[in-house]
């Protein structure tokens, strides 16, 4: 596709679920970066990847929280045994190489009941 | 400290109007981007600006990179600009930044017809 796809859209669990979020870049970019919005806020940063390695995983808020991109293209963030707190939207980005302009996929709203 | 800083947090305009964001950053930037969240939530791109002037239609932006801030100008606003406006930065200094992004908190713009 032309743009950075993520799906489901929306994405309703319950309390202690585990979650699968999928992200698929842009063709080519190598770059890829998932990021957390809650209501009223500005994206924050979870974890950056170059290639297949996660360069940076710094802005994970906890254990509970992982993601891979095992061929360097697709990307799924994972979260274990979900709290309320989680519940945000969880935007993807890409870019052709780290620091060059990013561009974000529609995000995925997570709900945790 | 604060990272990035927007200005207004909200703005109301008569649709013809003209309006100017703010967006400061504390530090030298590698990279910084402008994006327009619709109503459904999907960021779009509307500058890669980390420095210098650039026009795109009735948008168009400026950054100064020396003096640490970026501007965004709307000109003959519609209806249909409404929405919030982000900065994001990748500062040059952040830590071991990897070129993710650090945001604002937005401007949410409302124009009426």
């Known amino acids: 596709g032309a743009g950075v796809s993520q799906t489901p859209s929306n994405k309703v669990t319950e309390k202690g679920k585990y979650v699968e979020l999928r992200c698929d870049p842009i063709?080519?970019?190598?770059?890829l970066y998932w990021y957390r919005q809650s209501l009223g806020q500005g994206p924050e940063f979870l974890i950056y990847?170059?290639?297949?390695?996660?360069?940076?995983d710094s802005g994970l808020p906890n254990d509970r929280f992982f993601a891979v991109r095992p061929e360097g293209s697709v990307s799924t963030l994972k979260i274990q045994r979900t709290e309320r707190g989680d519940s945000a939207v969880y935007l993807c980005?890409?870019?052709?190489?780290?620091?060059?302009?990013?561009?974000f996929g529609q995000g995925t709203r997570l709900t945790v009941v | 400290g604060i990272q990035v800083e927007q200005s207004p947090p909200d703005l109301i305009l008569q649709e013809g109007a003209n309006s100017t964001l703010r967006c400061n950053f504390s530090?030298?930037?590698?990279?910084l981007q402008w994006f327009h969240q619709n109503p459904w939530g999907q960021l779009i791109n509307l500058f890669y600006?980390?420095?210098g002037t650039k026009q795109n239609g009735r948008l168009s932006a400026t950054t100064v990179a020396t003096e640490r801030y970026s501007l965004l100008y709307i000109s003959s606003s519609q209806t249909t600009d409404s929405g919030v406006y982000f900065c994001?930065?990748?500062?040059?200094?952040?830590?071991?930044?990897?070129?993710?992004?650090?945001f604002g908190k937005g401007t949410k713009l409302s124009v009426k017809p």
């Open positions: 600006i980390p420095s």
């Open positions: 994001a930065v990748d500062l040059m200094n952040y830590g071991g930044s990897q070129g993710n992004l650090i």
């Open positions: 063709s080519g970019h190598t770059a």
């Open positions: 990847f170059q290639g297949t390695g996660a360069a940076d």
């Open positions: 530090d030298s930037v590698n990279n």
């Open positions: 980005a890409s870019s052709p190489q780290r620091r060059t302009e990013a561009f």
